[in-house]
């Protein structure tokens, strides 16, 4: 005998499809990139940060540091600066530079907003003026939450930022971007 009741109804705001999770895990590609002296003291300024540690040598090696070091927010703009296509490393057969776009682009198809989401960057060592730095993205997660009758899809990719000398982990960037449907 049946009780009558139906489980809950399917909800009208869902996406016509669920999240692409088949990019989970994929590389996004990998660079090169060398810390020049000129964008992280001109970032330093941008950001209204006046220490001198960041516009002098002798004051940054005073401080401890090899060179003058980046502030802490650089890795968010320091993949735009000092990847010269000459030093590239060959591409990645195994990357998909698109992964990212695969997932958002359809998602931005559908109508909605994209919005960057949260950014964090977790230090092994500071990143300083002079270090060579070897990158290498990844897809770290994909997936949904319901609010306020809207889905919001987030795509988490992460970048890993290597000393080219030592093979050390210099700096780890996780980062979110979130699609709101419409």
Known sequence: MSSGLAGPAPSPYRHAMAADTSVIGKKTGSSRLAVERGPVSNFAKAIKDESPIYQNVRVAVDAGFESIPAPPTFGFAMAHWGTFPENQPPP???????????????????????????????????????????????????????????????????????????????????????????
């Open 92 to 182: 990645d057969p195994e990357a998909d530079s698109g992964a990212v776009m695969k997932v958002i682009g359809g998602l931005m198809a559908q109508g909605g907003l994209v919005l960057h989401g949260e950014q964090e960057f977790e230090y092994h060592r500071p990143v300083v003026v002079g270090d060579v730095l070897v990158t290498e993205g990844r897809i770290t997660d994909v997936y949904e939450k319901e609010s306020r009758g809207k889905t919001m899809t987030f795509l988490v990719s992460e970048t890993r930022y290597t000393d080219e000398r030592t093979g050390e982990p210099v700096l780890t960037s996780r980062m979110n971007l979130i699609h709101r449907s419409a």
